[in-house]
């Protein structure tokens, strides 16, 4: 696992074999039981690598999620040009991206605690932001051309703390996954100026998919990328 991760490195900066054993290790550890419950002396029991060389080579848990977070918003990019491809709708697309994430954690505990957790540390939040700031500036600047990068960074600011909203609260019979998928989508795509007839027709599209399917598919999707071609790196 994650020679998807040391790929992507390569072409920037090459890890060591300790730094690459310590972020498979962890990356497994990640996805396995979530980022809460994974500590430096589990990582150090999977990886071999001493915690004092661990925290030499990254000097917090949070720096570790980073290069998983990194390479799952990378994912969700490609995630999107896929949807794009297949549907041609850039609404639909950016719909279904935050719908099969909001599923997804909806479903999965370990999913969830990766997201949450990211969504609540400095250093993961903002690369979600800086990610999610670029690919919506992609998606909607045709649509807002008065609209400059600064304006759609402010947005984001706006946008990432209504998707924390939607990690942190918990579907019952009254507040059901549907409801709060819809009532998040709305709140998302006015912020895009996205008008009611628009937003109304895009929702009801989502929503008659299985979109729990979707998340969970594209999840184990993820995880096998991160595998990339098994016989290098290993």
């Not at 030499?56 to 040009?81: C, G, N, P, Q, R």
């Not at 990211?118 to 609209?147: G, H, M, S």
């Not at 100026?193 to 399917?213: F, G, H, N």
Request: hydrophobic share 40%; with cysteine; charged share 30%.
């Amino acid at each position: 696992m994650i020679n998807s991760i040391v790929k992507r490195h390569d072409r920037l900066n090459p890890f060591t074999e300790a730094q690459i054993n310590v972020i498979r290790a962890a990356t497994k550890l990640f996805l396995q039981n979530g980022y809460t419950k994974t500590t430096f002396k589990m990582i150090e029991q999977d990886s071999g690598v001493k915690v004092g060389n661990i925290t030499y080579y990254f000097h917090s848990k949070e720096e570790l999620l980073k290069v998983l977070i990194e390479e799952l918003m990378d994912f969700h990019a490609t995630m999107l040009e896929d949807m794009h491809q297949t549907d041609g709708d850039n609404l639909f697309a950016y719909a279904m991206e935050i719908t099969a994430q909001i599923a997804l954690c909806e479903n999965n505990q370990s999913a969830w605690d990766l997201y949450f957790s990211a969504y609540n540390l400095p250093q993961t939040y903002e690369v979600i932001k800086a990610w999610a700031t670029e690919k919506n500036y992609t998606l909607f600047c045709d649509r807002l051309p008065d609209w400059n990068e600064h304006d759609f960074k402010n947005i984001e600011e706006v946008a990432s703390g209504i998707e924390l909203a939607a990690l942190k609260s918990v579907c019952d019979r009254n507040f059901t996954l549907d409801k709060k998928i819809s009532l998040f989508l709305d709140s998302l795509l006015m912020l895009y100026r996205v008008s009611e007839d628009e937003r109304k027709k895009v929702i009801e599209k989502v929503l008659a998919l299985d979109y729990a399917k979707t998340g969970q598919e594209l999840f184990e999707k993820f995880i096998k990328r991160l595998d990339g071609n098994k016989e290098s790196n290993e």
